[in-house]
């Protein structure tokens, strides 16, 4: 019983240091909201919401294929919705295919230029598909619109260090940056962060350039 005691606690404590969510109902929430999209699209195939709802969850939990699938019988449909182009692009490259994820997302943000996940995703398909300079200006707009985000300040380092010398900083000085912005963040976006904070601090500590944005 002790053991089982403990394995919780550290479970809680894992959770909490990286900043998830604690509630132990957080997962039976979500399996039940789940199974009620199923139900409504068992009863409707072309339900549009329980698409949307099922492709979300399943891009969290990177199934990516799934989310494919789900979304492209309503993708006519989307009539301009940023965020369900953007969960088809998060899809789309998930399965390998950058050049059409990086449509997917300038589609999101044409209809959202605001939509700052979006972007961020049209700067990793870039990335991918070896196109380094458009990359990190598209990175770079990101850090722009959501500075001190330690997802940006990542894939930032990454393009820094395929695109070499030529822009005036180098991957280190991001790394750096991005240990240096989760110090000055309130603590629960510290927890937030702290999982690239991490992989940063260990990239500098074995002198290691990031090769992939996410």
Known sequence: ??????????????RWYLGHALSVATPFRRAAHRRRARHALALNPAEFDARVDLAREAVERKKFR??????????????GASEIFRLYGEALLGVGLAAEAEGAFADALKGDARQTEARLGLARSLFVQGRFDEALTAIQAYRVSRPGDARGSWAEAAMLGATG???????????TELVREQRLKPGYVRRRDRTWAIRARTALLLGRIPKSPF
């Open 1 to 14: 019983m002790s053991f089982l005691i403990a394995i919780v606690s550290l479970h809680l404590w894992e």
């Open 66 to 79: 799934e989310a494919q699938e789900l979304l492209i019988p309503i993708m006519p449909r989307a009539d």
């Open 165 to 175: 010398p030529r822009t005036g900083r180098s991957a280190q000085d991001a790394l």
